[in-house]
């Protein structure tokens, strides 16, 4: 979500796999690895898009909507899911991740931890930005 292109994926995930390598001696515990996990690597996308939004004034979204569909996936998608995915871009860092991380059956409790916020905090933002992907949508 976090990235339009295939190579520009491929560079966050091994800086992510980086990260994670250097920050291991520091996990405690304290929350399941894979919580931790998705932390971290949600720390290092955001810290990316963070410098390219320096490097760039505005990131204009694809005219096509058949853009986001990506080759590894290995089906096509069907409008409803290509309207979707155009809406999802159009959220901020956080909203997608809120997203990804629903989408990935993470509970409150889970993305919460993972994006620093409280469990209603969670409830409240996935209320909003259903609403909102259904107006970008139906848009």
Request: with cysteine; charged share 40%; proline share 1%.
């Amino acid at each position: 979500m976090y990235c339009d292109e295939e190579e520009e994926r491929k560079d966050l995930f091994q800086e992510i796999l980086i990260h994670l390598w250097k920050s291991y001696p520091t996990f405690k515990g304290d929350a399941k690895f894979s919580t931790w996990m998705y932390r971290v690597a949600f720390n290092v996308a955001i810290q990316r898009l963070r410098k390219e939004k320096k490097k760039k004034e505005d990131a204009v979204l694809p005219e096509r909507l058949d853009q986001f569909s990506h080759e590894s996936e290995g089906e096509e998608l069907g409008e409803e899911k290509r309207m979707l995915r155009l809406a999802i871009r159009q959220l901020n860092e956080i909203e997608k991740a809120i997203v990804m991380l629903y989408l990935e059956e993470r509970d409150a409790e889970d993305i919460a931890e993972i994006i620093g916020i409280s469990q209603n905090n969670v409830r409240v933002k996935m209320t909003r930005i259903r609403n909102k992907l259904k107006d970008l949508v139906e848009a």
